[in-house]
């Protein structure tokens, strides 16, 4: 067996990498192997896919796997066996667990090859997703090079020039996707409460939005020039950005982004 690269978890953001790395052709079903606690999670996934599903971490590292992905849950880093240290010597770790800082992450790995820590979003289970990511140690071309191919299955990459930058990746893009869907659940109900039928104002709301993102993504235009085409001269749209202004929208999402920055610092911390 050659075993290029491991997942310990077998969630959507694993499911969204490892479909990704088959899509691109990355790597063949054979060489990827995957474990995760007993929930069927790791199943459901080998038998999509056809990667090998191990039973347990020990059986999978027994392969020796170039890169270890991290897609558990936070809380279990610390539920890992002390023998994994030695087990992933001259590995390549790459974490997508939120919080978990690289010297949190060395700690268990000492004698990985380099460990790296990543923030993805929930878009990345389909492909549209927006990552940032850290490595401890500076990192060697080859290692660049499949840690791009890895995250750049959930969507579109950043490098990050200082670790502390996770957290505010975090406050934006991490956490980000919440504040749409929060925004659009408001529009949903601004439009009932104005009397449209719950359908439609369902409707109109999620197209809205999508459709606004959309534009966003194919046109050449920022969004402020964007928002300016929409806005006519003591118009409808004008009438409801004023109230927007008076509400200081834009300084209720800044201290939004500031207190979930705040938070992910506490978390990395703890």
Known sequence: ????????????????????????????????????????????????????????????????????????????????????????????????MAGVTTSRLHQSFPEAKNVVRSMPNTPGQIGAGATGYFFMKIPEESEMKIIRNILSALGKIYPMEQESDLDRVTAISGSGPAYVFEFTCALEEAAKRIGLDSGIARELALQTVFGSAKLLETSVLSPEELREQVTSPNGTTQAALESFSSDQLREIVNRAAVAACKRSIELSNA
């Open 1 to 96: 067996m050659n075993l290029e690269i491991a997942f310990v978890g077998a969630g959507k953001m694993v499911s969204a990498i490892v479909k990704g790395l088959l899509r691109t052709q990355t790597f063949r079903p054979s060489q990827i192997g995957c474990c995760s606690a007993k929930d069927g999670t790791s199943e459901k996934l080998s038998l999509a896919t056809d990667i090998i599903r191990f039973d347990d971490l020990d059986a999978m590292l027994a392969e020796n796997p170039q890169t270890l992905v991290l897609g558990c849950k936070p809380q279990q880093l610390a539920e890992l066996p002390q023998s994994i240290a030695e087990k992933t010597a001259n590995c390549l770790v790459l974490s997508i």
